[in-house]
């Protein structure tokens, strides 16, 4: 079942960070983080950016040192980190890019 | 003879290792010597077969029995969702119409859509996937034959109380996704809303019990050095539809039952006015909802990729990109709910969230369009009857994906959205992406169900009416939509330039209708008047055809292995030249492997025939039965009657001796499943925790969403007082020794003192559940807030599964007092030991999260 975990890394971490910048964003709108100046930005655009670029240097992580095996076992899992760090870059680029509690 | 089963206790016996500590590799396995077949099949039929009669129908719990009853009782159910959509179609014939008055014509859509969803769809791909998978994989049976026939008698009691209430005037009314504030007591004073949160969550203990049949039988129960990567791509795909479906069905299930109890007992957990928020229950609608659309889609992509390379005489195109494809589309379909809700009223950041994902979703499903495409092109593509509903499915699924894209995007959204251009939609993508692939299967199955071929010309004709129909009724209400007429209106006097098109629709989807009635005329003419089939028909290389034709009980003779990968075994595996030949010990024997290897581990001993599922279906339907008729305090008596069911289960399982190994291949023994830790019963225990982790996870989703959405909560009158965190303390501990306990008593079985572990594990299970009593009434009145409410149902769930754990518990006491534990032998401790742990790890987040509202309250 190692197999099986190095292929699924990928879409959990992205169903991880999926989740937590989504609980993020609720309880920072519920918490008034976005009132919060922070350097160029506000405390809860902060907040989504750190998570989302860490989880991303994680996802680089699985792609580059994960994957195992050799043939269509190991394709499948390169396929399955792939998977995860475009998902992640692709469905979580709007909180860098659209306005937050409105 | 080569014995795997000589280890000490501790150890996993036979885990797929030789005595040597060597792993079982496929040269290790040699031929069994040939036997005559007709022998083998009269030793296999009298273990196998159903008991004639009606003994039969209450009895039977073999999956191809099942399983043709799942499908069969789905295509009932689907006839009369067609006939409730055809008194849909001729009142919105004419724009004034007067065949349906407004609460009929609600009920009825509300029924056509809760049908469709729940009563056909889903138990169509349970029924697929219940009498196919084995065959595919090369097993005898499912893994637990008793859940696949206790999940029928759920669905279909729960599916009749849902249709009886269309003939008594009281069928659910607030559309099938039962928004509130529409289904709350308010606005919905009857039992309509109460038939649907009843009798579908009734139902959905049998989609359940598929998610972990299916699950547990995919991982373990292929034959033996059958890889993962290697196994067919059907057994892939409902790999991926029963993960979703535990993942899946948890939140709908959780909405219901807060819904249910919102409804009886005045828990305001979807009330505005008292800190709750009718989103509440969207979210955990559609959290199930759309995934719920990809549990349908898989399987029928699961007989598309079946189908097409055998109809093309070729190999299919990317299996390694179809099962990353696959794998993207379990995970992607989660994270895309929100779109059914762009105009609740939620923030941009959400919105773009979900709109980028929903897009997203549509890579995966592409990746797999294109591989058919490609494997058609590879190959010489014969235009039999299933091949044709698979080209019905090109036309009409890629429409239906296009237009999701463009729902997808919010604007568009916005412009669309409760318009019937989504109800077109919707139709193209289940219609498209469901049915016609369903249609491809049966018609591909048939002769193994039937052993006849189809009579010519009936099928091809059924097929042109639902294709011409389909389109012609459904491409209109792309119009429609656009034109701005909205769902679920029973008529449009002001509107009559949607006329013609309704019109339209409306007589095409009677040609549909036709259609669908040939369909199943030829398929009752192909069961009655075909001419026998002969083997094999289409030459398929997989394992199902591997076997005569009707498909036999058992299945299998003998078992595939590493020289029988395909379907050119079936002469050696009918003379009993794979593994496990015939049934020497008068069992329902099947192999268990190891799940990403395929090695063999051990040998499972099946259930056989046994009246207990349908009794305990009857036992849990009462429990509903009495919640539906208002009889709060007689629904008790029903959850007594399921436990006392529950224990029935528990007492025939077991054994009191050991048992020799049983011989699988020459040189080769393995141990019964009484005899080793990582059983099947344990792999479902994982499985259906999972499924419950869900379930508590979309409760704690539930306090989250209402902290943050409902503003003022008022601060805990009688709360969390000084005199209730020690007892919340003290109950924990107990759990912990309990947990403890049960370790050591699995480490210590052999021991004299087994009994009094396993009696002080109960005693501290039973203390733990005890202290949770005074916890739950300490609390503040549940009906005067949803924060309330909610400290309630986090308290009730652990109450339950205290109850569960101590049931658990006096099981391994009982199993250590009749001597089922000792030895190799472990009896109930490693699932009691799971529930345990879960039982505990989830009342410790539930005291944190309560003392967390007391701090910051």
């Keep these: 079942m190692i197999w099986m975990a190095r292929v699924l890394a990928g879409p959990v971490l992205w169903a991880v960070l999926f989740s937590a910048v989504y609980a993020l964003h609720g309880a920072g709108c519920h918490l008034g983080w976005s009132d919060r100046p922070l350097g160029f930005t506000d405390l809860h655009h902060a907040a989504m950016w750190t998570v989302w670029i860490g989880g991303l240097l994680l996802h680089a992580g699985l792609v580059v040192w994960m994957p195992a095996g050799q043939g269509r076992a190991r394709w499948i899992i390169v396929a399955g980190t792939w998977i995860g760090l475009v998902s992640s870059a692709f469905t979580l680029f709007p909180v860098i890019v659209t306005s937050t509690c409105f | ?857």
Excluded at chain 2, 32 to 44: C, D, E, I, N, Y
Excluded at chain 2, 560 to 568: E, I, L, V
Aim: with cysteine; hydrophobic share 55%; net charge neutral.
């Design chain 2, 1 to 857: 003879m080569t014995d795997a089963t000589q280890q000490g206790p501790g150890r996993d016996a036979g885990a797929g290792v030789l005595p040597d500590g060597t792993a079982i590799e496929a040269a290790d396995i040699a031929a069994s010597p040939p036997q005559r077949a007709l022998v083998l099949h009269r030793q296999l039929d009298k273990v196998w077969r159903d008991l004639p009669g009606w003994r039969g129908f209450f009895t039977s719990v073999n999956h191809g029995t099942i399983g043709l009853r799942f499908m069969a009782t789905s295509f009932v159910f689907f006839a009369i969702g067609g006939v409730l959509a055809m008194m849909i179609r001729a009142q919105l014939a004419t724009r004034d119409g007067a065949f349906l008055d407004v609460e009929l014509y609600n009920q009825i859509f509300t029924m056509h859509g809760s049908i469709m969803m729940f009563l056909f769809a889903i138990p169509l791909l349970e029924g697929l996937a219940l009498w196919l998978l084995p065959k595919i994989l090369g097993a005898r049976d499912m893994a637990f034959p008793r859940l696949s026939a206790l999940g029928y008698f759920c669905y279909l009691f729960g599916g009749t109380v849902i249709v009886l209430s269309l003939l008594f005037g009281v069928a659910p009314d607030g559309g099938w996704f039962m928004y509130t504030p529409l289904t709350s007591r308010t606005y919905s004073p009857g039992i309509n809303a109460d038939i649907w949160l009843l009798g579908v969550t009734f139902v959905e203990i049998s989609a359940m019990a598929a998610a972990v049949e299916i699950t547990v039988t995919i991982l373990r129960c292929r034959a033996a050095h059958m890889p993962l990567t290697k196994m067919p791509l059907m057994a892939w795909y409902l790999l991926g539809t029963s993960v979703m479906m535990l993942l899946g069905f948890p939140p709908l299930i959780l909405g219901s039952i807060l819904l249910e109890v919102e409804r009886a007992f005045g828990w305001p957990f979807f009330d505005v006015a008292r800190g709750g928020s009718p989103l509440l229950w969207q979210h955990l609608f559609w959290l199930f909802g759309h995934p719920e659309v990809y549990i349908i889609f898989l399987p029928a992509a699961g007989a598309l990729s079946t189908i097409i390379p055998i109809l093309s005489r070729t190999t299919i195109l990317g299996y390694g990109a179809i099962v990353a494809a696959v794998i993207g589309l379990v995970f992607l379909s989660f994270g895309l709910w929100v779109h059914h809700m762009f105009t609740v009223g939620i923030p941009h950041m959400a919105l773009a969230f979900f709109s980028a994902a929903s897009a997203l979703v549509a890579v995966p499903t592409a990746i797999q369009i294109f591989a058919w495409i490609g494997t058609m092109y590879e190959g010489r593509v014969t235009l039999r009857l299933p091949m044709l509903y698979v080209m019905g499915f090109f036309a009409t699924f890629v429409m239906g994906g296009l237009t999701g894209v463009m729902l997808a995007m919010v604007p568009f959204n916005w412009q669309a959205h409760d318009t019937h251009f989504v109800v077109a939609h919707l139709h193209y993508v289940l219609v498209g992406g469901f049915v016609f692939p369903m249609l491809a299967a049966v018609s591909y199955w048939m002769p193994l169900i039937s052993g006849r071929w189809r009579v010519a010309g009936l099928g091809e004709a059924a097929f042109w009416l639902i294709l011409i129909g389909f389109h012609g009724t459904f491409f209109l209400m792309h119009l429609t939509g656009l034109l701005g007429m909205p769902r679920r209106v029973a008529t449009y006097p002001g509107d009559p330039e949607w006329e013609w098109l309704n019109l339209i629709s409306s007589i095409f989807g009677m040609v549909q209708a036709a259609g669908f009635a040939l369909f199943a005329f030829d398929i009752v003419m192909q069961w009655l008047f075909g001419r026998r089939s002969w083997r094999n028909p289409w030459k398929a290389p997989t394992l199902d055809w591997a076997m005569p034709l009707p498909a036999p009980s058992y299945n299998f003779a003998s078992l595939p292995g590493p020289r029988q990968p395909d379907a050119d075994a079936i002469l050696p595996l009918a003379r009993g030249e794979g593994l496990l030949p015939g049934a020497p010990r008068g069992w329902r024997e099947t192999l268990v492997v190891e799940p990403g290897s395929g090695r063999p581990q051990h040998v499972m001993v099946l259930a056989t025939n046994t009246a207990l599922p349908v009794a305990t279906s009857a036992a849990i339907g009462s429990f509903f039965a009495m919640m539906l008729a208002g009889l709060y305090w007689l629904a008790p008596l029903g959850i007594l009657a399921t436990l006392i069911m529950a224990w029935r289960w528990g007492e025939i399982m077991g054994t009191t001796t050991d048992h020799p190994p049983a011989e699988v291949a020459p040189g080769l023994s393995l141990p019964l499943h009484w005899q080793v830790r990582n059983t099947l019963a344990h792999t479902g225990a994982v499985a259906l925790l999972v499924a419950d982790a869900t379930l508590y996870a979309s409760l704690l989703f539930g306090v989250g969403f209402l902290t943050v959405v409902a503003p003022g909560w008022p601060a805990p009158e009688t709360g969390f007082g000084p005199w209730m965190l020690p007892l919340a303390l003290a109950a924990l501990a107990a759990m912990a020794v309990s947990t403890v306990i049960a370790h050591l008593a699995e480490a210590r079985r052999d021991s004299a003192a087994l009994r009094v572990w396993t009696l002080a594990g109960l005693g501290a299970a039973g203390l733990g559940l005890a202290l949770l009593a005074p916890l739950a009434l300490g609390l503040d009145d549940p009906t005067r807030h949803a924060r309330d409410a909610l400290r309630g149902a986090v308290v009730g769930f652990a109450v339950a599964h205290g109850v569960i754990a101590v049931m658990l518990a006096l099981r391994a006491h009982v199993d250590a007092v009749r001597g089922r534990i000792g030895g190799d032998r472990r009896g109930a401790l490693p699932v009691w030991q799971l529930f345990q742990k879960f039982w505990l790890a989830t009342s410790i987040v539930s005291v944190a999260l309560i003392c967390a509202q007391e701090v910051l309250a």
